[in-house]
């Protein structure tokens, strides 16, 4: 079974392990890093199956995520965790110790990370630099290598890395199928409907980038949002590119567009009628940050101080915050930006 991240590098780097031969597609889940612990419990106790590679995942609590994978380890699971998040290197050593196996660099892309590891395995190795090059943008990690690859493609091959990242890969397996597949087919039939989703999501990423400008308030270098749950890593990168911003925060409390709100009202009706308690926490709000310093480990203790979660990468990170706590959270927060 392949766990992955569920955003392009994630996708890209379950890819890239596909092709290598390890599992095939209909093993593949995805998970988000509030989502990874649940699943991992769920699979302790209904599911049985030898092999396990995480990727691209680690967990907003990496304390339960660590007893999570030791128990799955002690019930003889053979588990391999791919990552380039940063993580507690005792936590690694600790896992490593348990006989789970660890590959992880910071310094690239997770499909960089899977490329660089298996590509002697795959001997379709353009599908796998296709996925590589979404991948890397995908995280913006673009290395040195990562641009000799791209350089290689043709332009046309470009603009389908491009419109796969554009449209939105919001199923997982159905976008590893059409490179696997659709797009051996004949090109235009994978790219029509690719670029079709990738034109018109350019048009609406427009109007949210408008949207933003209007939300969005500043502070000296400090550029803060509200803006709906959905939008928060896309407003938070929008915001940091801005000029003499180096720091930018997007809090998941916004107004929602109009259809997510008929959307969210129909399903608290349902979720009335069948008396079904209501998914999620409503009481935690979920913040993104980008900055052009180091602030992972200040998310990451702050978070803990007001019982949230927190976490990420150096310069692009996330938290989930107790809405009582939001306000205490966020002015510290803005307090210690400042001395950086
Ligand atoms: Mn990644």
């Not at 612990?37 to 396990?52: A, G, Q, R, S």
């Amino acid at each position: 079974m392949i766990i992955c991240h569920n955003d392009p590098d994630g996708f890209a780097s379950a890819g890239i392990l596909l092709l290598a031969g390890k599992d095939n597609l209909d093993d593949l889940r995805y998970s988000t890093v509030r989502f990874v612990n649940k699943l991992l419990k769920t699979l302790l106790k209904h599911e049985n199956f030898e092999k396990l590679y995480l990727i691209d995942l680690n967990a907003d609590d990496s304390d339960t995520y660590v007893q999570n994978l030791i128990k799955l380890r002690n019930r003889g699971i053979d588990i391999t965790l791919i990552d380039h998040h940063p993580f507690p290197p005792d936590y690694d050593e600790i896992l490593r110790d348990e006989g789970i196996t660890i590959i992880r660099d910071t310094s690239v892309s997770c499909s960089e990370l899977v490329f660089n590891h298996f590509i002697n395995e795959i001997e379709e190795k353009r599908k796998a630099e296709f996925l590589l090059c979404v991948g890397a943008i995908g995280d913006r990690l673009v290395t040195p290598f990562i641009q000799k690859v791209i350089n290689s493609f043709r332009r046309e091959e470009i603009f389908d890395v491009y419109a796969c990242l554009l449209a939105g890969i919001t199923d997982g397996k159905n976008f590893l199928y059409s490179i696997f597949e659709e797009k051996d087919k004949d090109g235009v039939g994978f790219t029509k409907k690719l670029y079709y989703r990738a034109a018109k999501k350019r048009f609406w990423i427009e109007k949210l980038k408008t949207k933003i400008n209007l939300l969005q308030e500043s502070t000296g270098e400090i550029s803060v949002v509200h803006i709906f749950q959905r939008y928060i890593g896309f407003a938070a990168s929008y915001l940091i590119d801005q000029e003499n911003i180096k720091f930018a925060i997007a809090i998941g409390d916004g107004p929602s567009d109009f259809r997510n709100r008929i959307f969210m009202y129909l399903q608290k009706f349902l979720n009335y009628i069948i008396r079904r308690k209501e998914k999620g926490n409503p009481d935690v709000i979920r913040i993104s940050f980008r900055s052009k310093v180091p602030i992972n480990n200040l998310i990451s203790n702050i978070s803990k101080k007001y019982n949230g979660f927190g976490g990420g990468h150096k310069y692009a990170c996330g938290a989930s915050i107790p809405q009582k706590q939001l306000i205490p959270f966020l002015k510290e927060i803005i307090r210690e930006f400042k001395k950086l």
